[in-house]
Nanobody, 124 residues
């Protein structure tokens, strides 16, 4: 059983930065893809960024490219999302997710494991 735990959310002013962490346990993730999703009230869950665990290949949603950076620490089994130049539109619950594949996808239904979510609120 895989467990994912997000942390690092909070309240930040527009233009500020936050760093989210996702700690994974229970499995070896060398063949996994992990990603960050977010969901605002009344909105569908949205892909933010993904990473192929073994080689570090990354992909970003157009709305965050250039502002957010996804990374991982293979030894610690921890994934990070560095969020810079935050906008009020980034306000959402952010979720860590994982699936046993080398291919990055932005489709939430294809991810097997999910964290509990962490709230990010960006004030204007």
């Amino acid at each position: 059983q895989v467990q994912l735990v997000e942390s690092g959310g909070g309240l930040v002013q527009a233009g500020g930065s936050l760093r989210l962490s996702c700690a994974a346990s229970g499995r070896t993730f060398s063949s996994y893809t992990m990603g960050w999703f977010r969901q605002a009230p009344g909105k569908e869950r949205e892909f933010v960024a993904g990473i192929s665990w073994s080689v570090g290949r990354t992909h970003y949603a157009d709305s965050v490219t250039g502002r957010f950076t996804i990374s991982r620490d293979n030894v610690k089994n921890t994934m990070y999302l560095q969020m810079n130049s935050l906008k009020p539109e980034d306000t959402a619950v952010y979720y860590c997710a994982a699936r046993q594949s080398l291919l990055i996808t932005g489709t939430p239904q294809l991810y097997t494991y999910w964290g509990q979510g962490t709230q990010v609120t960006v004030s204007s």
